[in-house]
């Protein structure tokens, strides 16, 4: 069982960088993708960037955003630039096993706040 745990949320001024990193229990070798996730209060939780474990496809919706996995250290990481009031929000870290086609496994967030 593969368990995201969050870390690197923090308050930020706007313009300025985060970096968030997702570990990752030492079971990855089902494990397909993981995905990075927001929610702001009000509104519903969307995806942030997608990046498949073994190497391949990588999704970001946005492009101030970069994923990226150390497999030496079963993490993934979400590097935030240009930071964004409207960024603030809870960031979850999940992952997807293979052979499903949701997201099973969450972290339990951590806050990210972009003052202006």
């Known amino acids: 069982q593969v368990q995201p745990v969050e870390s690197g949320g923090g308050l930020v001024q706007a313009g300025g960088s985060l970096r968030l990193s997702c570990n990752l229990s030492?079971?990855?070798?089902?494990?397909?993708?993981v995905g990075w996730f927001r929610q702001a209060p009000g509104k519903e939780r969307e995806m942030v960037a997608e990046?498949?474990?073994?190497?391949g496809d990588i999704y970001i919706e946005k492009g101030r955003f970069t994923i990226s996995r150390d497999y030496a250290k079963n993490s993934v990481h979400l590097q935030m630039n240009a930071l964004k009031p409207e960024d603030t929000a809870v960031y979850y870290c999940a992952a997807k096993m293979k052979g499903y086609d949701h997201y099973g496994y969450w972290g339990q967030g951590t806050q990210v706040t972009v003052s202006s």
């Open positions: 990046i498949r474990w073994s190497g």
């Open positions: 030492e079971r990855t070798l089902t494990l397909d993708a």
